[in-house]
Each structure stands twice: as structure tokens, then as C-alpha cells.
């Protein structure tokens, strides 16, 4: 089971960036994501989740109003739309999933976690 992140890069304070979010061996458009970044020094942080279930989406206050999740079914694909980011939003970000949840209520204990991407906004 393979989940990959990607889209991350450099970008300066106030712009924007979309991560992806593919998998190779299922469809996510049967579970749960959820998205998670580890900056430099500090734990995991969770940063949201997007339910299959009923769309439904949780953001965490950091970046509640910034950030949204969404996927595209046709493309296997699940987006992470960062804007106004701040260089405190500089981490590895990771989509995770459990293979099982169609809901956020379990997306802090998501066990199946990607190859994270970088994302560093300069100040």
C-alpha cells in the first residue's frame, strides 16, 4: 500500500500551493484522508481531514480559513490548497489514511502514512 505526497516547494509569505495526494494499490475515493505536517524540531501536527462519508472536511485551527481539502474520484487524487501561507506552515506534509474509516472521527490514529513533501515558506 503506497500513498505519495507531492507539490511541495519553496514559495514566499502570503502565496499558495496545492499538494497531492495519489495511491497506487487503491482507490481513496473510498476513505478518509487526512493530512498531517512534521516541521523541523516538533511533532506531528495534524492539519485536516476530508470525509468520504458525507464530504464533510475538519481543519485545524492553524490553518482553518487557509487551507481546504478536496478530490478529484477520476484522478485517484486527494489536494491539500494552501493559501496565505505563513513561514510557519514551513514542514513535511504527509496524507494518511487507515483503509477502513469513510469518516474523521478516527484521523489521529490514520496508520497508513506516505512519503511526505516539502513545503518551506520563506519570510
Known amino acids: 500500500v503506497q500513498l505519495q505526497a507531492s507539490g511541495g516547494g519553496l514559495v514566499q509569505t502570503g502565496g499558495s500551493l496545492r499538494l497531492s495526494c495519489a495511491a497506487s494499490?487503491?482507490?481513496?475515493?473510498?476513505?478518509?484522508i487526512g493530512w498531517w505536517r512534521q516541521a523541523p524540531g516538533k511533532e506531528h501536527e495534524g492539519v485536516g481531514c476530508l470525509a468520504v462519508s458525507d464530504g464533510s472536511s475538519y481543519y485545524s485551527p492553524a490553518v482553518k480559513g487557509r487551507f481546504a481539502i478536496s478530490r478529484d474520484n477520476a484522478k485517484n487524487t486527494v489536494y491539500l490548497q494552501m493559501n496565505n501561507l505563513v513561514p510557519e506552515d514551513t514542514a513535511v506534509y504527509y496524507c494518511a489514511t487507515d483503509l477502513e474509516s469513510v469518516d474523521c472521527s478516527a484521523w489521529g490514529a490514520f496508520d497508513i502514512w506516505g512519503q511526505g513533501t516539502l513545503v518551506t515558506v520563506s519570510s
Open positions: 494499490e487503491f482507490s481513496l475515493t473510498n476513505y478518509a
